[in-house]
């Protein structure tokens, strides 16, 4: 059973940093390999929304427009775990941050896909909240 399983959110003031880890067990690094990695966010009364990923091969990143300069995101094959660096963030990033794992795009030839609906695996979910 493969579970995704998110930490390092928090409360933190504007300006400063974040690290997110997801570690996906129940999968061996190998299958681990051919997921592409997200981050999505979802703030109270909206829609979750795409944050940034990384292809299962690791040589590309893409970024939402509002975090691009600001979030780094990676992965490390050998401990089945994506990060989401967050720095310089504002009261407008606070939100539930959740990571996804998508198999499919490794299948179809592609390296990223950004709608939610092609991730096949979720995590709970951790909380960032960043006060003014």
């Known amino acids: 059973q493969v579970q995704l399983i998110e930490s390092g959110g928090g409360l933190v003031q504007s300006g400063g940093s974040l690290k997110l880890s997801c570690v996906v067990s129940g999968r061996t690094t190998s299958e681990f390999e051919t997921y592409t990695m997200a981050w999505f966010r979802q703030a109270p009364g909206k829609e979750r929304e795409f944050v940034a990923a990384?292809?299962?091969?690791?040589?590309?990143?893409y970024y939402a427009d509002s975090v691009k300069g600001r979030f780094t995101v990676s992965r490390d094959n050998t401990r089945n775990t994506a990060v989401l660096q967050m720095n310089s963030l504002r009261p407008e990033d606070t939100a539930v941050y959740s990571c996804?794992?998508?198999?499919?795009?490794?299948?179809?030839?592609?390296?990223?896909?950004?709608?939610?609906?092609?991730?096949?695996?979720w995590g709970q979910g951790t909380q960032v909240t960043v006060s003014s």
């Open positions: 996804a794992a998508d198999q499919g795009a490794y299948f179809s030839g592609m390296y990223f896909r950004r709608s939610k609906s092609d991730y096949d695996f």
């Open positions: 990384i292809s299962w091969s690791g040589g590309s990143t």
